[in-house]
């Protein structure tokens, strides 16, 4: 088995800065892409940011200038640097690896089982 477990959420006023960790653990044979995805209530799962094997990222609009993400390879896990962060950002906050384990030649996902991040005065 996979398990990908995040740390770092919590309360922070607007204008503030969280840091999202997750490490993802197991019977790991190889990572692909890693990423965070958030969902607020109401709505659906929307992908924050991504970023490839190589080192390669992409950030939806809304996050781009303030979020930063990152990974460390050696220790399988991913990181997530928010600042500036708006009310607008709470909202729950999933890690998601594209892993192929030991004992299979097959790509799947992976999620954490999200972290709250609460944006408020």
């Known amino acids: 088995q996979v398990q990908l477990v995040e740390s770092g959420g919590g309360l922070v006023q607007p204008g503030g800065s969280l840091r999202l960790s997750c490490a993802a653990s197991?019977?790991?044979?190889?990572?692909?892409?890693m990423g965070w995805y958030r969902q607020a209530p109401g709505n659906q799962r929307e992908l924050v940011a991504r970023?490839?094997?190589?080192?390669?990222?992409s950030y939806a609009d809304s996050v781009k200038g303030r979020f930063t993400i990152s990974r460390d390879n050696a220790k399988n896990t991913v990181y997530l640097q928010m600042n500036s962060l708006k009310p607008e950002d709470t909202a729950v906050y999933y890690c998601?690896?594209?892993?192929?384990?030991?004992?299979?030649?097959?790509?799947?996902?992976?999620w954490g089982q999200g972290t709250q991040v609460t944006v408020s005065s």
């Open positions: 998601h690896g594209l892993i192929r384990r030991m004992t299979s030649l097959r790509w799947s996902d992976w």
């Open positions: 197991g019977s790991i044979g190889s990572i692909n892409a």
């Open positions: 970023i490839s094997s190589s080192g390669t990222t």
